[in-house]
């Protein structure tokens, strides 16, 4: 059947091969401070749930389920997507994603899959988080409502910019085998007030390049201060907010000012018009 919901009643006595049993999906990301872009956040996992909201889990005992996915395709994506930090490895956590939750949908089967070979199953399911990742970008739907990492905003107010920015909240029901529908999740959440959104401790560049050389002083040897926003001329540069006094400063990515701090609590210093150092 075309365009059924995938929960009762539409998706009743439908197979399972064209909506998934459980029904609901949710994508789960996460913000660390240590772990990833400095304007993004990272993956957690694409979580399969039942109709009524409930979370289940390792759909599959078999010794299939258990595979290295990262060896197996795509080391490269998903080498790029930094898993959490308390997992042993990359491999170690992307394996558990995919046995506790890409085995509960059931669409993924390989009696499901035309043309099946090995690993289909996983590499669909894994390139299915990504592309949902990437169209559904937190940080820039966040930041296009004025909310940036450093100050703790409300959760009401970044609830709204999601919503004002996707039209709905973070959940999908299934349509046609593999169409992602987003609708309202079944539970609000328990977070509530203001929250901690940290900027990123990740390390400023160097104040001089391997050479030893220090780089192009500003004029009248000043160097430029201030948290810089919108876009940028010079990748990789990095300005401090507050020379001396601050560890937070602006760095230049992709021609975009993205906002990160030093680590340890350490102080951006300022060196020339485009380099900084953490003191």
Same mark, same amino acid.
């Given at each position: 059947?075309?365009?059924? #919901? ?6 009743a006595?439908? =197979? +399972? /091969?064209?909506?998934?049993k459980? !029904?609901?999906?949710?994508? *789960?990301?996460?913000?660390?401070t240590?772990?990833?872009?400095? #304007? ?8 399969? =749930? +039942? /109709?009524e909201?409930?979370?289940? !889990?390792?759909?599959?005992? *078999? ?75 937190l ?77 192009d ?6 160097t ?8 940028c ?44 150092h953490?003191?």
């Amino acid at each position: 059947p075309v365009d059924v #919901d995938s929960c009762p009643p539409e998706s009743a006595g439908v =197979d +399972t /091969c064209c909506l998934p049993k459980n !029904g609901f999906v949710k994508l *789960s990301q996460q913000w660390h401070t240590k772990v990833g872009p400095a #304007d993004a956040f990272t993956i957690h996992g694409l979580r399969s =749930d +039942t /109709c009524e909201g409930s979370m289940i !889990g390792d759909c599959d005992p *078999s010794p299939r389920s258990q595979r290295n996915v990262l060896r197996n395709f795509l080391p490269t994506s998903m080498g790029a997507i930094d898993p959490e930090t308390k997992h042993a490895s990359p491999n170690y956590f992307w394996s558990h994603e995919w046995s506790k939750h890409g085995t509960c949908i059931s669409t993924l089967k390989p009696d499901c899959l035309s043309d099946y070979v090995n690993d289909k199953d996983v590499y669909s399911y894994f390139s299915k988080t990504m592309e949902l990742r990437a169209h559904y970008d937190l940080h820039a739907a966040l930041a296009a409502k004025g909310i940036l990492p450093g100050p703790t905003p409300n959760v009401a107010d970044m609830h709204a910019a999601f919503k004002d920015v996707f039209g709905i909240f973070l959940s999908f029901k299934f349509k046609n085998v593999d169409e992602y529908v987003l609708m309202a999740p079944k539970t609000p959440g328990t977070c509530k007030g203001h929250i901690l959104y940290p900027v990123k401790e990740l390390e400023a560049s160097a104040s001089s390049d391997e050479s030893g050389n220090e780089g192009d002083v500003a004029k009248g040897g000043e160097t430029p201060s201030g948290k810089h926003l919108g876009s940028c001329e010079v990748d990789g540069a990095t300005v401090c907010c507050n020379s001396g006094a601050s560890g937070q400063f602006s760095k230049c990515s992709n021609g975009k000012w993205q906002q990160s701090k030093c680590k340890n609590r350490r102080m951006c210093v300022g060196d020339t018009a485009t380099k900084t150092h953490c003191a």
